[in-house]
């Protein structure tokens, strides 16, 4: 939904090893986000490198590293952990990807903009 500070997906869109990016908006303020799907696990993060601020995605919805157990920034290659948002190798070791809440209603997964998100 263009516009909105709320995203929907039926949950099956997005099966494991999987991502699928959007975009949330509020009072002027866009969020480009995405939501991965690792091992039957739903997280949704800001799609925001926190070394550089960047998208993690260079090529659209690539986030995955080839073996599938990590995320990766495809500017720098920084390493994240596709649950907790960890960055476990390069520049930014220790940050996290900024988290957003995400709720699954039913079968459809519900990602909401909260007031302080970047």
Not at 19 to 44: C, I, K, S
Not at 54 to 77: M, Q
Not at 93 to 108: F, I, K, Q, S, Y
Request: net charge negative; proline share 8%.
């Amino acid at each position: 939904m263009a516009g909105s500070d709320e995203w929907r997906c039926a949950a099956a869109t997005v099966p494991p090893g999987h991502t699928a990016t959007f975009r949330l908006e509020r009072a002027g303020r866009t969020v480009n986000a995405f939501v991965v799907n690792h091992d039957g696990q739903f997280r949704a993060y800001v799609n925001r490198c926190p070394h550089v601020g960047t998208p993690l995605d260079l090529w659209p919805n690539e986030f995955f590293t080839e073996d599938g157990r990590a995320l990766i920034c495809s500017t720098h290659g920084a390493l994240y952990e596709p649950i907790s948002g960890l960055c476990t190798a390069g520049p930014c070791v220790g940050d996290h990807l900024t988290g957003l809440p995400l709720a699954l209603e039913g079968d459809t997964l519900v990602v909401r903009l909260p007031p302080a998100a970047r």
